[in-house]
């Protein structure tokens, strides 16, 4: 059985983002490199993202909800209690 010849790579990140994604899989009991192999694994198997990747936006409905919010500066906190709020959401 022949060996198959391992390669690196050299990617650039936040540092932030690499840390708590060690932190993450340190947990799970592998490093980043197994992550990532995992990851290109993956990806290769499903041919793309192993995961959906969408920009949520909000629908028409919410989008009125949140301009009407805007516009209706009662309705911005803080409440003292939530009887407060709720009178609010009454009024």
């Known amino acids: 059985m022949a060996v198959k010849a391992n390669t690196s790579m050299t990617i650039r990140m936040n540092r932030e983002v690499k840390q708590k994604a060690q932190m993450i899989f340190a947990e799970l009991g592998m ?5 990532i192999n995992v990851f290109l694994r993956q990806a290769i198997y499903y041919k793309g993202f192993p995961f959906e ?11 009125a909800a949140m301009e009407a919010a805007e516009n209706d500066k009662k309705m911005y906190g803080p409440f003292d209690s939530v009887s407060s709020l709720m009178d609010e959401l009454d009024a």
């Open 31 to 35: 490093d980043m490199t197994t992550a």
């Open 53 to 63: 990747v969408v920009l949520h936006t909000p629908n028409d409905e919410t989008l």
